[in-house]
């Protein structure tokens, strides 16, 4: 019995997990000099830097940086897939359910299929973004 309630706790945890939506990282800006705005994908996502944004895992994002008097920055943010989380979740929630190597490969297969989807599998990269800003009509 005590194994059991083990194995209901594991599953209950591994779908809370799953049903927080799309997976977030959060990235954070500096600049020099300080207090630079910072768009995400189009969108304000910080008035004033030093700050931090929280971006989805299951795409691309451009960062767009802005001070007036200072040339405009931009930083892309590539996602870079995990194997190794998404393979070692798998692993071990088909170890808690049981049904021996088949099972163990099965559920592996599927979690790196989900995660691949949710986004889970990914990290944003670069993960820490620091700008010197350049002032206008600097020429460098």
Known sequence: MARSIAVLACLTGLLLIGACGVPKQNIPVSTDPLGAAVYADGEKACASTPCSVSLDRKSDHLLTI???????????????FQPDKAIRDGVIS???LGGGPEGVASRTAKEVDEQERSGEAYVLEPSIVTIKLTPKGSGI
């Open 66 to 80: 802005v001070k007036d008097g200072y040339e405009q920055e931009e930083v892309v943010l590539r996602r870079r």
């Open 94 to 96: 088909g170890m808690i």
